[in-house]
């Protein structure tokens, strides 16, 4: 799988965050009463668990922050699936900074492995079907890009990235517009000829209204398998269709089934259990020389 490499631009400030909400006023109290600042160590990260890659540059990247002479060995990609004692990363250099910024490069990179873990097995559940997996804007607020990527790590495909790159008129819009044409008709003379309109849907009487409309996709809202198939029937192909609410691993195969084109998930992103990560010293030297990874 070709997964293009995650820009430092999308997670350095992120990173930073992070790592200054750890240090907090006084640094590393532990580390740095007990290391001292001449000490240099070798360490790797290793998976206690297999599962997919996601994150790897944003991992080497945390310990690169806390101190630009650490030194790194990436030794899997994003995208790539391992198993269960791989070495990840190793990371050579002071030993302070190796320490200081271990939870915060273990916690994004397992939290992103997690996600790309979790869209794997989404996307093996609807494998034959041609249906595709995709997340939602349920992330976790300022790391929507990131488990975005995750996403991509793991086989899936994104939806929009934030309120401003698509429409989707959603029930309360319904409700405060009073009907599917006149919400349709304000977003049509308010934006432009590029933006993609999508309509979600709760009954086949509300998508018989958003296909007269000409929406170019529908999302298929809490419907049951019996409602999605006469409801991918009804479309024919004239749009789009996108099956979301409470879509699970038990029942997305399916749903996939009906012949729904994409199906969003929420879990991918707000309820991925993160994939087991450790960092391990293996080596320790007491001078200012290098220590090899």
């Known amino acids: ?79 790539q699936d391992v198993e269960a004692g791989a070495v990840l990363l190793k990371v050579g250099g002071p030993a302070r900074a190796i320490l200081t910024a271990e939870r915060t490069a273990l916690n994004f990179f397992g939290h992103l492995c997690g996600v790309a873990t979790l869209t794997r097995a989404y ?24 488990e975005k990527h995750a996403v991509r790590c793991g086989g899936g495909a994104n939806h929009r990235f934030g309120l ?45 209204e958003g296909i007269e409309a000409d929406v170019d996709a529908v999302l298929l809202d809490n419907m049951d398998v019996e409602t999605l198939t006469a409801a991918i029937e009804m479309v024919g192909g004239r749009c789009t269709t996108e099956a979301s609410g409470g879509i699970n691993l038990e029942t997305a195969s399916a749903i996939a089934a009906t012949g729904v084109d994409y199906l969003s998930v929420g879990a991918l992103t707000h309820s991925a259990p993160s994939l087991d990560l450790s960092l391990e010293v293996t080596g320790v030297q007491r001078s200012t020389m290098k220590v090899s990874i």
């Open 1 to 79: 799988m070709l997964i293009n490499r995650l820009s430092p631009l999308l997670f350095e400030d992120s990173v930073r965050g992070a790592l200054r909400e750890d240090l907090g006023r006084a640094g590393d109290l532990t580390t740095d009463a007990i290391v001292s600042d001449d000490t240099t160590a070798s360490a790797e990260i290793v998976a206690r668990l297999g599962g997919r890659m996601a994150g790897i540059d944003l991992a080497l990247r945390t310990f690169e922050i806390v101190d630009p002479e650490v030194v790194g060995e990436v030794l899997v990609s994003d995208g």
């Open 164 to 208: 401003d790159d698509a429409v989707l008129i959603k029930d309360n819009h319904l409700a405060i517009a009073g009907d599917v044409r006149t919400a349709i008709e304000r977003v049509r003379a308010a934006v432009g000829h590029m933006v993609m309109i999508e309509l979600e849907v709760d009954t086949l009487q509300q998508l018989e």
């Open 123 to 146: 996307v093996e559940a609807v494998a034959g079907t041609g249906a595709k997996v995709v997340c939602t804007r349920k992330t976790t607020p300022g790391l929507r890009a990131l």
